[in-house]
């Protein structure tokens, strides 16, 4: 053992950081385990959290405790205003990750110190805990997407944050970022506004077109149209989980889209729109094929409002994007919920 040969004061300092990593792996994981265990219900991913807060405990040993000097550490108050809140359950989620893994990383170089052992599995744990934190918070999107019946693809308007904001009060869980024609030194700080304002009500935020829009914000995911990227270079950019859609005009887009691995699929446009003046209206026998034929979520768009939703609910749409409808109600809040309500209907 190295510390048989270090100085006291080295050899306790050691102990006091074995300790507190110890403590604050085990604090982490323990916040992980109880959302699978009463949240997704998994006792799968359970047991292995509480495998692994029990291996810990092992190593937490009778001279790592004694050494503990909870008055004199000058940590205990000190503090970051992000600690302080959450903005959601994935945030939250991955604080505690986060807090795990660096917790890991310590305890993984110190413990080289005092006990090769105890290092060697600090190290495949993190590595455990990496390919956790993918499992449940690359399956959360995906989750909320499918969650998601009602879609707002934003169009510019000056008052584009307070609409939105009036749409997610009233329950929208899906927001497309959509500005053909702006400056970049504008969108990314209005990205930016919307995707803390989206995260804040738990929905999720894309950016339309654009991926290294997308990266540079943090977003959710992106949409892309026929002419953008091909979805496996999108997917090398943005990684495993963030959402990528691809907008359909017809059965044979579908079929490349979801050969390209697409995670959702626009639908239409089912009526003319004058967001797509030079694309002819795909009808209502496009939505009944999407119904029969789609085996990833998809939304009908293109020209759908409260008066006609109805008719493409009957054609076999459970989700709809919308624009206009939106953007241009007089009350967001209250279309948006009525949105949602008629959605839900079975």
């Known amino acids: 053992m190295v510390l048989a040969s270090s100085p006291p004061e080295s050899a306790l300092a050691v102990y006091r950081i074995l300790d507190a990593n ?58 970051h205003p992000q600690e302080a809140t959450r903005t959601d359950l994935p945030h939250l989620l991955q604080a505690n990750f986060g807090r795990v893994e660096e917790a890991l990383r310590v305890l993984e170089e110190y413990s080289k110190l005092y006990d090769g052992a105890m290092s060697a599995g600090c190290k ?3 590595y455990r805990v990496y390919g956790l934190n993918s499992e449940l918070l690359g399956d959360d999107r995906r989750q909320r997407l499918h969650h998601a019946r009602a879609y707002l693809v934003t169009a510019p308007t000056e008052n584009l944050v307070a609409v939105v904001e009036a749409a997610l009060q009233g329950g929208l869980r899906l927001v497309q970022y959509r500005d053909k ?60 989980h963030r959402i990528i859609g691809r907008s359909t005009t017809n059965p044979a887009e579908m079929a490349q889209a979801l050969a390209e691995g697409a995670d959702y699929i626009g639908v239409g446009p089912v009526y003319a729109t004058p967001t797509k003046p030079d694309r002819a209206a795909a009808g209502l026998d496009y939505v009944r094929y999407a119904a029969a034929h789609a085996p990833v979520p998809w939304y009908a768009i293109g020209g759908i409002d409260l008066d006609n939703l109805g008719e493409v609910m009957a054609a076999g749409a459970q989700r709809v994007a919308v624009v206009r409808a939106i953007v241009k109600a007089a009350d967001p809040t209250h279309t948006t919920q009525r949105l949602v309500a008629q959605l839900q209907q079975p």
């Open 124 to 126: 495949q744990m993190r």
């Open 181 to 240: 024609h702006g400056d970049d030194r504008d969108r990314l700080p209005l990205a930016q506004q919307l995707r803390d304002l989206c995260h804040r009500h738990g929905a999720l935020f894309l950016i339309n077109d654009r991926v290294d829009l997308a990266l540079a914000v943090d977003a959710d995911g992106v949409h892309l149209g026929q002419a953008d990227l091909p979805i496996a270079i999108a997917r090398q950019l943005l990684g495993p």
């Open 22 to 79: 110890l403590d604050r792996a085990r604090e982490g994981l323990r916040v992980i385990e109880d959302w699978c265990r009463f949240g997704l219900n998994r006792a799968d991913l359970t047991d292995e959290l509480k495998g692994l807060r029990q291996t810990l405990a092992q190593w937490h040993r009778p001279e790592l405790r004694q050494a503990r000097d909870t008055p004199g550490d000058a940590g205990t108050t000190l503090t």
